[in-house]
């Protein structure tokens, strides 16, 4: 059974900061992309951030590069995403996803049950 836990979300003020964590469990997480979502109400869920298995490649929205830090430990099978100097627009659900990249690998999709983040400012 795949599970994806995230935790660290919560309420802060324009400007804090904030870890998440997401643990893999289920999935062989080495071989595994990983990407942070969010979604705020009433928008569509749209994506944050992602790394590759090993970290190689990187990528981001415009709206938080600079800002936001994902990265991944694959001996804790745990992804991140530092968020620093949150604005209110970062408000959402933030959701862990996983997703195989095919070819051997095979092709999977997979998602947290979502931790809230609250930006007031």
């Known amino acids: 059974q795949v599970q994806l836990v995230e935790s660290g979300g919560g309420l802060v003020q324009s400007g804090q900061s904030l870890t998440l964590s997401c643990v893999a469990s289920?999935?062989?997480?080495?071989?595994?992309?990983m990407a942070w979502h969010r979604q705020a109400p009433g928008k569509e869920r749209e994506l944050v951030a992602d790394?590759?298995?090993?970290?190689?490649?990187?990528n981001y929205r415009d709206s938080v590069k600079g800002r936001f830090t994902i990265s991944r430990d694959n001996l804790k099978d745990t992804v991140y995403l530092q968020m620093n100097d949150l604005k209110p627009e970062d408000t959402g659900v933030y959701y862990c996803?996983?997703?195989?990249?095919?070819?051997?690998?095979?092709?999977?999709?997979?998602w947290g049950q979502g931790t809230q983040v609250t930006v007031s400012s």
């Open positions: 996803n996983a997703n195989g990249p095919g070819g051997f690998v095979g092709e999977y999709e997979y």
């Open positions: 289920g999935i062989v997480f080495g071989v595994t992309n």
């Open positions: 790394i590759t298995h090993r970290g190689g490649i990187i």
